[in-house]
């Protein structure tokens, strides 16, 4: 069954530097997503991308937060200069389309360190 | 904005029992789409079970289903025949439908399941 994978599992960087978190979504969804879980919350929304832009986002997803499809296969959260507070887990979710009942599938998330 | 309201932070059931989480929501949408999600210790988010707003029959998946009331925004998932691979975080989430919003998530309950 395809499945939405996320690498890398674990990562860990200094406060001020800049991290990518990387996605290749199921590969005939159109719709991408970040969402953000910090330890013991619940998970919330960043943003959506379809057709090469943003659909959606929050309130969360300022300057310092950019997503890319640079190729026909990844998708990709970059955070310029991380802050203690981006310390969380980051899911990637697809799915076939943004409208209607179509589901969303996360990957297995990465979980983002700041020191 | 949408509210997803999950008032239980832990429930307990033997194995083998019924349990039902609860999840109440707010909206002024007359489309949207409501989903629970299983998060076991691994974090991953499965998708457990999904309803369209616009279907008065509930959904039910295996030994999985939901009781949608509509008119109270209520939908709480029951889960028969407790398992011990059922113990996991459960998050209610909503989604507006025609569009590529993201998910709204309640804050999760956590499923014990006593051997």
């Known amino acids: 069954e395809p499945e939405v994978t996320q690498t890398p599992s674990h990562q860990v960087t200094q406060m001020g530097q800049e991290v990518i978190l990387r996605c290749v979504p199921i590969?005939?969804?159109?719709?991408f997503y970040w969402y953000r879980q910090i330890l013991g919350q619940k998970v919330e929304f960043l943003v959506s991308?379809?057709?090469?832009?943003?659909?959606?986002k929050s309130e969360i997803f300022d300057d310092q937060f950019s997503v890319e499809r640079p190729d026909g296969s990844n998708f990709t959260l970059k955070i310029r200069s991380t802050k203690l507070e981006d310390s969380a887990m980051y899911f990637c979710?697809?799915?076939?389309?943004?409208?209607?009942?179509?589901?969303?599938?996360f990957g297995p998330g990465t979980r983002l360190t700041v020191l | 904005a949408q509210t997803v309201t999950q008032s239980q932070p832990e429930m307990s059931v033997q194995e083998a029992e019924t349990v039902t989480l609860s999840c109440t929501y707010d909206?002024?949408?007359?489309?949207?789409?409501l989903f629970w999600y299983k998060q076991p210790p691994s974090r991953q988010m499965i998708l457990v079970i999904r309803?369209?707003?616009?279907?008065?029959q509930n959904a039910t998946e295996n030994r999985f289903s939901v009781n949608f009331q509509k008119a109270a925004k209520s939908f709480s998932l029951k889960i028969s025949d407790s398992q011990l691979g059922d113990a996991a975080m459960y998050f209610c989430?909503?989604?507006?439908?025609?569009?590529?919003?993201?998910?709204?998530f309640g804050k999760g309950t956590h499923l014990i399941i006593q051997p």
């Open positions: 309803q369209e707003a616009y279907k008065q």
């Open positions: 590969s005939n969804h159109l719709y």
């Open positions: 989430a909503y989604k507006p439908g025609g569009g590529a919003d993201g998910l709204t």
């Open positions: 991308f379809y057709n090469n832009e943003i659909s959606e």
């Open positions: 909206t002024s949408e007359s489309d949207y789409y």
């Open positions: 979710a697809s799915s076939p389309e943004g409208g209607g009942p179509d589901t969303q599938y």
